[in-house]
């Protein structure tokens, strides 16, 4: 009679066991906000940038959730990139959160900003092996050397430093890079 007793009991501390995990997982029993967040991975970008489409499947098939604390957020997504290194001169943030950008970013992101770097640190001929050789024309060493290398077989694309692939010029004219 001892062995039915025993197995009811196991049953039923199983069943209670089974039920519990099922409610927790499916339950936030967290009543204050803080113990909300720390219960997952949560995910911070300020109001008025979403970081797009993309980002957000990401979130969502991370099980990321969104807070609009940034130090609660195991990652932090900056207001664009077009301010980022300033943003993150004022923000100061918690050990070990994951922030989306870099600081010096601004340096490199711009074509003329990374050849400038390449070609500082490697050389103009290391550098052009990286990326397509440049000239800036704001600078009068690299129309020096534009003016030395100038080639009129070769096809040259001219950039301003706007994004979005706008800005291009396509010419073969040294006269029009040099009025550039």
């Excluded at 062995?3 to 209670?16: Q, W, Y």
């Excluded at 604390?69 to 900056?78: F, H, I, M, Q, S």
């Excluded at 970013?105 to 490697?122: M, P, Q």
Aim: aromatic share 12%; with cysteine.
């Amino acid at each position: 009679m001892e062995k039915p007793i025993l197995l009811v009991t196991i049953a039923v501390l199983f069943l209670f066991l089974l039920i519990a995990i099922v409610v927790n997982t499916f339950t936030d029993f967290s009543f204050r906000e803080e113990e909300k967040v720390s219960r997952g991975p949560h995910f911070y970008h300020c109001p008025t940038y979403t970081g797009g489409k993309i980002m957000d499947e990401l979130y969502r098939e991370m099980n990321f959730r969104l807070t609009q604390d940034p130090k609660r957020a195991a990652v932090y997504l900056p207001c664009g990139y077009t301010w980022v290194e300033n943003e993150l001169r004022q923000y100061n943030p918690p050990r070990g959160q994951i922030i989306l950008a870099i600081d010096g970013c601004d340096r490199i992101v711009a074509k003329n900003g990374l050849w400038k770097v390449l070609s500082e640190e490697y050389g103009r001929d290391y550098a052009s092996e990286l990326v397509p050789r440049s000239y800036v024309t704001s600078s009068p060493i690299d129309m020096d050397y534009l003016q030395e290398e100038y080639d009129p077989r070769k096809i040259y694309i001219m950039k301003k430093n706007v994004q979005r692939q706008q800005g291009l010029k396509i010419t073969k004219k040294l006269s029009e890079m040099n009025s550039a």
